[in-house]
T-cell receptor, first 113, second 116 residues
Framework: GENVEQHPSTLSVQEGDSAVIKCTYS??????FPWYKQELGKGPQLIID?????GEKKDQRIAVTLNKTAKHFSLHITETQPEDSAVYFC????????????FGTGTRLQVTL | NAGVMQNPRHLVRRRGQEARLRCSPM?????VYWYRQLPEEGLKFMVY????????ESGMPKERFSAEFPKEGPSILRIQQVVRGDSAAYFC??????????????FGAGTRLSVL
């Protein structure tokens, strides 16, 4: 089955700096890669996603890149703000339609003033 | 348009009791997924259901756990004879089915189960 690894497990950046979180996956059949943000006591919230026919996608301060050959994908947050502090999860799905997500172990991002 | 609704938000059970967790998907969504999250860990897939059908239960423990998504009403995750190791946050997600579309899953706020 699919295995998703995520690094780092914790990340501390100063406000205004950039943050990068990296994930690797094992199943070459995976073609959908969402990123979720989870705040304390809440459910995961989808912040951006990418499909395998796209190399990069951007939404304001958030971008995701995908290297299908190397089975890597990354989340980039620019101009970080204190409200970006949360746990971020990457995930992979093996098919384009309804299917289970395999999650990484999470990255706790702390944005300090 | 209400999001995915889970109840209760918190559930306390003693060892040996039954726990019932409910999930109402977003309006128009026909797919429901259950995930379990242990403290400081990621989400682990448990089961995927459509109305009246279990599609994938590869993540469900073989004993004591069951799930259903009836024609009418919410999806139910049922844990019989709970043990302390069942203490976790249980999240439900729903997605619409659109042929060829990407699998966007929307999550509820979760049910935090504590077994005493």
């Amino acid at each position: 089955g699919e295995n998703v690894e995520q690094h780092p497990s914790t990340l501390s950046v100063q406000e205004g700096d950039s943050a990068v979180i990296k994930c690797t996956y094992s199943d070459s059949a995976s073609n959908y890669f969402p990123w979720y943000k989870q705040e304390l006591g809440k459910g995961p919230q989808l912040i951006i996603d990418i499909r395998s026919n796209v190399g990069e996608k951007k939404d304001q301060r958030i971008a995701v890149t995908l290297n299908k050959t190397a089975k890597h994908f990354s989340l980039h947050i620019t101009e970080t703000q204190p409200e970006d502090s949360a746990v971020y999860f990457c995930a992979a799905s093996p098919t384009g339609t309804a299917s289970k997500l395999t999650f990484g172990t999470g990255t706790r991002l702390q944005v300090t003033l | 348009n209400a999001g995915v609704m889970q109840n209760p938000r918190h559930l306390v059970r003693r060892r040996g009791q039954e726990a019932r967790l409910r999930c109402s998907p977003m309006k128009g969504h026909s797919h429901v997924y259950w995930y379990r999250q242990l403290p400081e860990e990621g989400l682990k897939f448990m089961v995927y259901l459509q109305k009246e059908n279990i599609i994938d239960e590869s993540g469900m423990p073989k004993e004591r756990f069951s799930a259903e998504f009836p024609k009418e009403g919410p999806s139910i995750l049922r844990i019989q004879q709970v043990v302390r190791g069942d203490s976790a946050a249980y999240f439900c997600a729903s997605s619409p089915y659109v042929q060829g579309a990407k699998n966007i899953q929307y999550f509820g706020a979760g049910t935090r189960l504590s077994v005493l």
